[in-house]
């Protein structure tokens, strides 16, 4: 069997890695030129965009953002899962928010804005502490602009003057004083069956995600009831395919969806060592339409993105229960270069594990790292 990703990161390589034991063969498209690659080494496979479309049992997304034409061809093979409309909602926040209306799912209080002077009006209805959004191609926290009072709107409106808003709207939100952040990672076979892992908690540093804890501490069974009907809410309506992740702020005890990535997601990595099924497996399961595996989570676990840098010491590998995902990438500021997995019987256990890794890792490119380890270890 097979499948052709589109976009050749490492959603794609760890797709691969996960589907090569069930003799499902990965293939990625470079979407910057059309070329067909290995996932893993990214050499050019011998092979037209076209061959590999027809010769796939499936086709589907590591990302959001593949250029149109290409979705659109993808869509006439009929074997592009997700949808191509539910790819576009997480490529959209504009669609994003009207698909979470339409399904009356809660979110974060928002206006759309097409003219740079419609911000005084958002600045009524939303108060002055606002999270200014693209409405596309934004990512780890690009694309966003933050308003923290009324004093910094003369700067922020010249700072967005040269926007074509009405290409690209602006979706404008109210600034949350949330408790944390959540995600459910769920996955959806074509005849409607549905699986979901265990709540994550993210912890972000400057817009972008450092830390997950899976499952989450302190889950309530209606916190979790509530995330799954949305899950359901949201995936049954779409009739999708395939593995969705919904991001959520927690406010109180009411959840409000931020974003939905239609596709396998950094918080759900955890589940390559804390799952039986991971959710690349789960995905690929989906979308070849093998039974959907298990989801539960078999030990309390935590995922370190390791970001801009790769000189730290592999032998934070001697710590138990600790596994290195590395992606191959030159180093940039800022970028994903892999991450770590740990697993442990106990979320005391994963604080001290979490403390440890600090000795073997610049904890400057790990903001996040000393106060979750405290926070975990404050837990018998
Ligand atoms: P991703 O990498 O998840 O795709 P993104 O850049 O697309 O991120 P968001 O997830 O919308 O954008 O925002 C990034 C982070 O910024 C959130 O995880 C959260 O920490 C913070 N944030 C976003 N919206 C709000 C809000 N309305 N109020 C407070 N914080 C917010
Ligand atoms: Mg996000």
Redesign the pocket.
């Known amino acids: 069997m097979r499948v052709l990703v589109y976009g050749a990161g490492q959603l794609a390589q760890m797709m691969y890695l996960e589907g090569a034991p069930l003799g499902i063969e990965v293939q990625a498209v470079n979407v910057k030129d059309d070329s067909v690659v290995h996932p893993v080494s990214k050499r050019p496979l011998e092979q037209s965009l076209v061959q590999a479309i027809e010769s796939a049992d499936a086709l589907t997304v590591e990302f959001e953002h593949v250029p149109e034409r290409l979705l659109e061809q993808a869509a006439k093979s009929d074997k592009l899962m997700p949808s191509m409309d539910a790819i576009m909602v997480g490529a959209d ?1 504009v669609r994003e928010k009207h698909l979470l209306e339409k399904f009356e799912v809660a979110n ?3 206006q759309i804005v097409t003219q740079i002077d419609q911000l005084d009006a958002c600045i009524e209805a939303l108060g002055d502490k ?2 200014i ?1 693209a409405s596309r191609d ?7 602009w933050r308003l923290k009072s009324v004093d910094e709107l003369q700067a922020i409106k010249q700072e967005l003057a040269g926007l074509d808003l009405e290409t690209v709207p602006l979706v404008v ?6 408790e944390r ?1 959540l995600s459910l990672i769920g996955v959806r076979s074509k005849k409607g069956e549905i699986k979901i892992y265990p709540l994550a908690e ?1 912890l ?1 540093h400057k ?3 450092h830390v997950s804890v899976a499952p989450a501490t302190q889950l309530s069974e209606p916190l979790v009831e509530q995330a799954e009907t949305i899950f359901r809410t949201l995936a049954d309506g779409m009739n999708y395919v395939g593995v969705l992740a919904v ?1 959520m ?1 927690q406010c109180q005890d009411k959840l409000l969806v ?2 939905l ?1 239609p596709r396998v ?2 918080s759900g990595h955890w589940s390559l060592s804390g799952a039986h099924t991971s959710q690349f497996e789960n995905h690929l399961r989906a979308l070849v339409g093998l039974p959907l595996g298990d989801t539960a989570a078999i030990l309390p676990s935590a995922m370190v993105n390791v970001i801009g840098c790769s000189a730290f010491s592999r032998d934070l590998l001697s710590i138990p229960g600790c596994d290195l995902h590395w992606y191959g990438k030159s180093v940039r500021e800022k970028r994903k270069m892999g991450h770590i997995n740990l697993t442990a019987t106990s979320y005391h256990e994963l604080g001290d594990k979490l403390h440890k890794l600090m000795s073997y890792v610049p904890t400057e490119y790990f903001p996040e790292l000393e106060k979750e380890a405290y926070r975990l270890r404050s837990y018998k």
């Open positions: 926040r974060c209080p928002y606002l999270i959004k934004g990512y780890d926290g690009y694309g966003q939100e109210k600034m949350l004083n949330f952040e993210n972000h817009g972008q995600l991001e702020f931020n974003e990535a997601h950094n």
